[in-house]
């Protein structure tokens, strides 16, 4: 995890502020959205990670924070790490290593390994 360009946002946030009514001010100005979509990024990241080592507890813990900093800040997880994370267990999925995927009747078939949890995603047809 790189800490010095977190610092960096931080301080530049704090220099904002001091400028006073320039911009948004509040707790989900510009530059937090900036640094918490970032630290989930990195969170997820971490997550897979640990997934392939496969550390159980630090792969939901690092889901569960990335959760925790999307709720405060009403921030969506990208499209594309949310289809990796288990919606009951809050598992990080890698395919092959703790999930199966499989193509039925035109839809996408989940199995969560650790939880047994199966979910169903229609594909996009173009
Ligand atoms: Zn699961």
């Known amino acids: 995890m790189d800490i010095e360009r977190w610092k960096s946002y931080l301080d530049f946030n704090r220099w904002n502020m001091k400028k006073g009514n320039r911009g948004r001010r509040g707790y989900r100005t510009s530059s937090i959205i900036h640094i918490a979509k970032e630290r989930i990024e990195v969170l997820l990241n971490e997550s897979e990670v640990m997934a392939k080592k496969k550390d159980l507890h630090y792969m939901r813990r690092y889901v569960d924070i990335a959760m925790a900093i999307g709720k ?8 594309e790490k949310k289809d990796h994370i288990c919606k009951k267990c809050h598992a990080y999925l890698v395919y092959g290593v703790n999930s199966t995927v499989r193509v039925r ?3 996408k078939v989940t199995h969560c390994m650790s939880c047994k949890h199966i979910f169903v995603k229609l ?3 173009n």
């Open 123 to 125: 594909i996009k047809q």
């Open 105 to 107: 009747n035109k839809k």
């Open 72 to 79: 405060k800040y009403n921030i969506r997880f990208p499209i």
